[in-house]
């Protein structure tokens, strides 16, 4: 049964490096007939937990310079407040369609699809229910890899085709967390798959991220309107507080106010149509963002293939973390502050714009995706 796959994986074979884990018994319940639990996968010095509900990441665990250990991600403690957030996206799988399809419509071989509005007149994240309200099946649970499917019946959210996908999270021997999708469909559809988890790598609710150096391997970034949605420009990162092509403390480029009270509100700051975030007060001083939220389209030596695309260090924690991934796009959002998403994804809107990388799926092909955060100190 699941409960035993988490002692198995939780239990003596962890206990030598010293995981904070959560407990599993907050998240042992059954939706909808099928049993929801949280798995422990670990190899060597680091260790991840997940809810096969919304295939949530709820803990990440690894060593800072003085091996001690924390979890670096963002997290609620038990299942009920994972069924209660809304759009809050900590942690879970993101399909079929990640990010953002402007005006909740898109058009595929002649014929239009109109799909569920949950972002204002916008779709987000695959709409109503998508993967992160799922309940995945649980085909393997292993030490170190645990491997989910769930099927998306065609309709659903008014997308097209019955969409069958495997989800694998496992643990790298080089010390990453690995997520790799793959999935199929009946009929011609678009899919965008990604994770949305928020890292601080001086561990969850341990202060602001500004402190942590960010590089990106991107030039570019996708212009956006006043909604976050692509214009299908691009706008070039140098000389901008969007160039992260080399490492650059975030602090330095984005404006860290005290939080503005309620009903004050606020801005956008930066670049117009750069993405913002709402609720922090003050003027953004010239050269600054009010915060991230937008897609960076990566340099790839060769498409398909999983390098290295962006990092990210605590200098407080030592922890280094490296993002390597086989896809155009990475949505940086950095919400409120204390944790930073890094969302490997094909380009937002990318069903609308006929210059974007091509999301379309057809029978008989195969999406892959994979993302690996690789953790280590320095």
Known sequence: MAVAAVVFCASANAAKPNFPLLDSAPFDTVVDGQKVALYTIQKGKIAAQIINYGGFVVGLYSPDKNGEYANLVTHYDDIHQYFRYNMGMIGPALGRYANRIANGKFTLDGVEYNITKNSGQHTLHGGAKGFDHTVWTVVKAKKNKLVLSCVLPDGLDGFPGTLTTTLTYSITKDGGLQISYEATTDKATVVNLSNHTYFNLDGAGNG??????????????????????????????????YDFQKPVRIGDRQYSPAPAQPGQGGARGGRGGM????????????????????????????????????????????????????????????????????????????????SFPSTTLRPGEKYEHTVIYKLSVK
């Open 208 to 241: 602001d991220i500004m402190d942590h150096e960010l590089m990106v391997n991107a030039a570019f970034i996708t212009d956006t309107d006043r909604s976050n949605i692509p214009t299908g420009d691009y706008g070039m990162v140098e000389g901008t507080p």
């Open 275 to 354: 993405g913002g975030f709402g609720g922090f007060g003050g003027q953004v001083p010239e050269g600054m963002v009010r915060n991230y939220d937008n897609n960076f389209c990566l340099i790839h030596n060769e498409q398909g293939i999983v390098e290295k695309v962006a990092t990210l260090y605590s200098p407080k924690s030592g922890r280094f973390m490296e993002v390597l991934n086989n896809h155009p796009g990475l949505q940086v959002y950095t919400g409120a502050r204390t944790a930073i998403a890094l969302e490997s994804q094909m380009y937002p809107d990318s069903p609308n714009h006929d």
